[in-house]
């Protein structure tokens, strides 16, 4: 029997840059089919940043198709504005994932560099240059669409774990 192929929706989401990157696997086979990020200029007031974020995910999930979506889990801020922004941009970005059916996976950012890297203390670097590796392009991605890629693979990886042992769903 043939294997399925499965796209993969990661997300790496902030109010002016949040990356995006959709995945095709199949078996262990991995390519880009699409990635960058969704820019808000800093003047831009937060309502439409957020409903850019918003729209513009609901457009790529509409021309890509993606089996699922994977985003990556809250960090801790000791800014509290920071943290409340970051999670608006997160509830909207999940949000349009609900709203097309997807189901949604959050991936813990220490487990995602360890998922790609070997250690959750890797760089950003670190990061992006395995994911050159494991999605064999020919560049490296700006930092947020390799960000939101890596969180992809790493939902890839999970999949192979036992139901108990995967990331939570939201």
């Known amino acids: 029997m043939p294997r399925e192929i499965i796209k993969i929706l990661g997300i790496d989401t902030s109010l002016r840059s949040t990356g995006v990157g959709v995945i095709e696997a ?3 086979a991995l390519r ?25 995910i609901t ?3 509409d021309e890509h ?20 922004i970051l999670g608006q941009a997160r509830g909207v970005a999940i949000a ?7 189901e ?9 560099k360890s998922a790609l890297v070997g250690t959750g203390a890797a760089s950003k670097d670190q990061v992006a240059k395995m994911v050159v590796r494991l ?12 960000d939101a890629l890596a969180i992809a693979i790493c939902h890839h990886h999970q999949l192979s774990l036992p139901e108990e042992l995967r990331a939570k769903k939201i």
Request: charged share 20%; proline share 6%; hydrophobic share 40%.
């Open 135 to 146: 999605l064999n392009l020919s560049e490296q991605p700006q930092e947020d669409a390799a």
């Open 26 to 28: 199949h078996g262990s």
């Open 59 to 61: 457009d790529l999930i």
């Open 96 to 102: 349009a994932c609900a709203r097309k059916g997807l």
């Open 104 to 112: 949604i996976t959050v991936h813990a950012p220490r487990k995602v």
């Open 65 to 84: 198709q993606p089996t699922c979506a994977s985003i990556e889990g809250i960090f801790f801020s000791k800014n509290a504005n920071t943290a409340m």
């Open 32 to 56: 880009a089919v699409a990635y960058g990020r969704i820019q808000n200029k800093p003047k831009v007031p937060l309502s439409l940043c957020l409903e850019n974020i918003f729209n513009s």
